[in-house]
């Protein structure tokens, strides 16, 4: 099994790379939908929550409420370490068995999909071990533009987003490998695909 790890800056174009990939026949694994798996109603991690944070993080159903939550925590970075010391752990734990499930095939290409990679490997410094870190990145222009546009967000709100993660700086010091999605998406598929060679290469060899 040959693991990589994906990040990057929101809006930075992780999707469409990780799409890409998985064309090519990469196993994805996704933090976002790991982390949205381990609030469900029910789950240790959401009762979790509800206690940090107070029951105006919880709607009426009894499902997390994300806009409230992020409203709080996106502009506060002591509440937003609270909520990444819930949602890492368990996310940790249940990623660590997927990457388990996919090494059944020792010539599997993984694709851990980490948008806070940095700020979870902090957290938690043994981390997963990648066999190669691959870094998406567009400038913050570009990124709060595309906010802006296709999320409909406010300026504020996105910078806010961007301003909560890792910077660009913290992110490129960790990559082996560098997407630049800043141009057009033609030239950002030629490096994923050129990236896929060299995982698909290197997971055959170590069979």
């Known amino acids: 099994m040959y693991l990589i790890g994906l990040t990057g800056g929101i809006a930075a174009g992780k999707s469409t790379v990780a799409n890409r990939l998985v064309e090519h026949g990469a196993v994805h694994i996704d933090a976002?939908?790991?982390?949205?798996?381990?609030?469900?109603?029910?789950?240790?991690?959401?009762?979790?929550?509800?206690?940090?944070?107070?029951?105006?993080?919880?709607?009426?159903d009894g499902s997390l409420d994300r806009a409230a939550l992020g409203a709080h925590v996106f502009s506060n970075a002591a509440e937003l370490e609270k909520l990444n010391a819930i949602v890492?752990?368990?996310?940790?734990?249940?990623?660590?068995?997927?990457?388990?499930?996919?090494?059944?095939?020792?010539?599997?290409?993984v694709v851990?999909?980490?948008p806070l990679l940095i700020e979870a490997s902090t957290a938690q410094p043994h981390a997963h071990p990648f066999d190669l870190i691959v870094v998406v990145h567009a400038s913050e222009e570009t990124r709060l533009r595309r906010m802006v546009e296709l999320r409909a967000m406010s300026e504020t709100d996105a910078?806010?987003?961007?301003?909560?993660?890792?910077?660009?700086?913290?992110?490129?010091?960790?990559?082996?490998?560098v997407i630049d999605t800043d141009g057009t998406l033609e030239h950002t598929l030629a490096q994923v695909d050129e990236l896929w060679e060299r995982a698909h290469k290197a997971?055959?060899?170590?069979?």
């Open 88 to 109: 890492h752990p368990a996310v940790r734990e249940l990623s660590d068995s997927l990457i388990r499930e996919a090494s059944a095939d020792p010539q599997a290409v």
């Open 159 to 177: 910078a806010n987003r961007i301003n909560s993660q890792a910077s660009d700086a913290e992110r490129l010091a960790v990559a082996d490998v």
């Open 112 to 114: 851990y999909d980490v």
């Open 32 to 60: 976002d939908q790991l982390a949205r798996a381990v609030v469900e109603p029910g789950t240790p991690g959401l009762a979790a929550i509800s206690e940090t944070f107070g029951a105006g993080v919880i709607r009426a």
């Open 203 to 207: 997971a055959a060899l170590s069979h």
